[in-house]
């Protein structure tokens, strides 16, 4: 059974940084195509969630929404079987539950999501 595991998220305050971390048991992720969304305050249906960045399961492929381009950065430690989410110069519109999608032929699966809060 594949499963996902969010961490990393908290309070933060504007312009300061966090790293998200998605780890995976089950499998093998540097197999899977995986992506960080995010669900704004105030919503709670998966269609609402935002793509933010992914990074492909062959070579390493890297994309950003237009939002985050330039200071988020999403990357693969293999060595942990997990996918990082680097964030920085964080902005108060940032805030959301964060999640991660790993996707391979047509199955998907979803963490539970970690929160980020930007304030101060």
């Known amino acids: 059974q594949v499963q996902l595991v969010e961490s990393g998220g908290g309070l933060v305050e504007p312009g300061g940084s966090v790293r998200l971390s998605c780890a995976a048991s089950?499998?093998?992720?540097r197999l899977w195509d995986v992506e960080w969304y995010r669900q704004p305050p105030g919503t709670r249906y998966v269609d609402q969630r935002e793509l933010v960045a992914a990074i492909t399961a062959l070579h390493s492929e890297t994309h950003y929404t237009d939002t985050v381009q330039g200071r988020f950065t999403i990357f693969r430690d293999n060595t942990e079987n997990s996918v990082h989410l680097q964030m920085s110069s964080l902005k108060p519109e940032d805030t959301a539950v964060y999640y991660c999608k790993a996707a391979r032929n047509s199955n998907d699966f979803w963490g539970q999501g970690t929160q980020v809060t930007v304030s101060g």
């Open positions: 089950g499998t093998t992720l």
